[in-house]
């Protein structure tokens, strides 16, 4: 176990540093002077030159990716030109609204999903089965922007239940806020659901022909025992990498979501900041995203470890 | 084949939507980008099936044209994958050693990188514009097709009769066409109907966010955003476009599904991004 821990924190790492390196390099080959962005192009020559200067613009490559580095490891950001605030802090701002808001939809997503693949799975060839997958194609198909933008006019618009834009802040009280986020998150919830539903289907299939189901049964268990206390309980260890890799892209996914609900959150402020070229904050918003895909996926593959001693040999 | 009802509902919707880019090619109702201030945001008739825009373009023939830039896009971004990405992949299972660890962990890397974040990189670089959107959903199809590529012809590298291909003189080169080729190229067909449907939706996205296909030419991305300030006085315009793109890609994915299941019931190709 300690060589297969120490084998994939390695993984881990490169992955990282590779990234941080692919990073900096497509930033640097971006089209567009951040600082002639600032001054506009009327700028005097010497200002250029001096603001360049005072933005680290003129020191050659290699150090500038140095000093990004050096300064992620010891916890101090560089300063976000558009905004004029440490990049952590404004990080820190956005993953308030981001992160709830995938934590939400995940949490919707297993709810209706988990349930729906469990139902398919037990009726197998019949019409409940055809029901959840059809559901599930449907849900695949649609854009989660387009879903956005139909669920604002149905709730928000012709109901009045929900906020059509915009988010109130977590000052405006815990269920004002949470309330806003309700429509994102489904939006974004909905395909998860729908995939989330196929696997969980496959998965439950998969389990209800193993040996041990059949004990469980012949040893008198209740059937909701058995779906519940045994078949489930083994088909989630694939659905565990379904659902980590699900949290990883609903934080990127929300890019397009949060701009359909001029929601404040980290997606937005990608976005915003790649058509700025405020490049200090786009590294570090993008290195974050890599880094929640490659700790999730780490965990992922450890806690199978820990459970299934096969997976060590592996990877 | 009249047992696979996805793959019928699938190969139905697929053609309805190629017959409609085909027939924009030579006839549309009326010209996608005509403008007619007098007639906007009507609702069906005889002369416009769907209806006008706000400034009273068709919106039949609007959708028309976009499955058209929809299809493009599926085509040469699926193409750019599979042209590049799968001899990658053949090339790291036959090469084995350093090369296929190189090609395996460089396709992790890619991976970490959440699609639509990479997109909107390549699409900073590159500019804004339908041609640039294709290239990016093209790069990010790229490790897709390696992935899947390398993990089926280590497969079939693991049988019998691929030894025995080096065993009586061929080439490492030689076995990959004759032997690894036609027994991946069912992965490889089922994979790249999944990947045109995650193309068009990709490009409907970044349309929406101004990355992708720029006005006045049409695509279904772009109209949703153009109808989202105006959807509470005309809400067709904000669900036409929409119910285009779901079409299509239900269309493909059920298209994919079908084909899985007719060519090799064992296959589950991968859905990522």
């Not at chain 1, 930033?27 to 200002?47: C, F, M, R, S």
């Not at chain 2, 030419?217 to 153009?226: I, N, Q, Y």
Request: hydrophobic letters at 55%.
């Amino acid at each position: 176990m300690f060589a297969f821990l120490a084998r994939r924190l390695l993984v881990l790492l490169a992955t990282l540093f590779v990234a941080s390196l692919a990073i900096f390099v497509v930033l640097e080959i971006l089209p567009g002077d951040p600082a002639l962005l600032i001054l506009g192009i009327e700028a005097q020559d010497d200002t250029l030159a001096a603001l360049r200067a005072q933005m680290g613009l003129d020191r050659p490559a290699p150090v500038r990716y140095l000093t990004w580095i050096g300064g992620l490891l010891s916890g101090t950001s560089g300063i976000s030109h558009t905004y004029s605030v440490p990049v952590f802090e404004l990080i820190g701002e956005r993953l308030a609204v981001t992160a709830p808001l995938a934590v939400l939809a995940l949490l919707l997503s297993t709810a209706v999903a988990i349930p729906l693949g469990m139902f398919a799975a037990t009726r197998r060839g019949r019409p409940g089965d055809y029901g959840v997958m059809g559901f599930s194609q449907i849900g695949m198909a649609i854009p989660n922007f387009w879903f956005a933008i139909l669920s604002i006019l149905v709730f928000a618009v012709a109901l009045g239940w929900f906020p059509a834009a915009g988010f109130p802040g977590w000052e405006a009280g815990v269920g004002i806020a949470l309330w806003a986020l309700v429509l994102p998150a489904v939006s974004l919830a909905l395909p998860e659901a729908a995939i989330l539903a196929r696997v969980t289907r496959s998965s439950v299939l998969e389990t209800l022909g193993a040996e041990y189901v059949r004990t469980a049964r012949a040893k008198g268990l209740d059937e909701r025992r058995v779906l519940w206390g045994h078949v489930l309980r083994n088909a989630l260890i694939p659905m565990t990498t379904i659902l980590g890799l699900q949290f990883a892209f609903l934080l990127a996914g929300s890019i397009v979501v949060e701009n359909v609900f001029a929601l404040p959150g980290l997606g937005r402020l990608i976005f915003q900041a790649v058509s700025q070229r405020d490049l200090v904050v786009v590294r570090d918003v993008v290195l974050l995203l890599v880094a929640v895909v490659v700790v999730v996926n780490f965990l992922v593959d450890v806690a199978y470890a820990a459970i299934d001693p096969r997976a060590r040999r592996a990877g | 084949m009249f047992r696979h009802p996805n793959f019928l509902i699938g190969a139905l919707l697929t053609g309805i939507l190629c017959l409609a880019a085909l027939v924009s090619l030579v006839w549309t109702p009326h010209a996608f980008d005509t403008m007619s201030i007098a007639e906007r945001m009507q609702g069906p008739s005889a002369a416009h099936w769907l209806g006008t825009d706000q400034f009273g373009r068709d919106i039949a023939t609007r959708l028309m044209v976009g499955a058209r830039n929809s299809i493009s896009v599926g085509v040469v971004a699926v193409g750019i994958g599979l042209a590049v990405g799968a001899p990658l992949g053949m090339y790291a299972a036959a090469r084995g050693g350093w090369v296929d660890d190189l090609v395996a962990r460089g396709a992790d890397v890619v991976f970490a990188f959440p699609a639509i974040v990479s997109a909107i990189l390549i699409t900073a670089i590159l500019g804004p514009g339908a041609v640039n959107a294709i290239i990016a959903i093209g790069i990010f199809n790229i490790p897709v097709f390696a992935r899947v590529a390398r993990g089926a012809s280590l497969q079939v590298w693991g049988m019998e009769y691929a030894r025995a291909g080096l065993a009586i003189g061929k080439t490492g080169f030689g076995v990959t066409r004759d032997h690894v080729l036609p027994n991946i190229s069912s992965v490889l067909i089922v994979q790249a109907t999944i990947q045109f449907a995650v193309a068009i939706l990709a490009e409907a996205a970044l349309a929406y966010l101004g990355l992708g296909t720029q006005p006045p030419a049409p695509s279904w991305g772009r109209m949703l955003f153009d109808a989202q300030t105006l959807m509470t006085i005309d809400p067709k315009l904000a669900i036409l476009p929409g119910l285009a793109i779901a079409l299509a890609v239900l269309g493909l994915n059920l298209l994919g599904d079908g084909l899985r299941d007719i060519l090799d019931p064992r296959l589950r190709p991968e859905r990522l991004g």
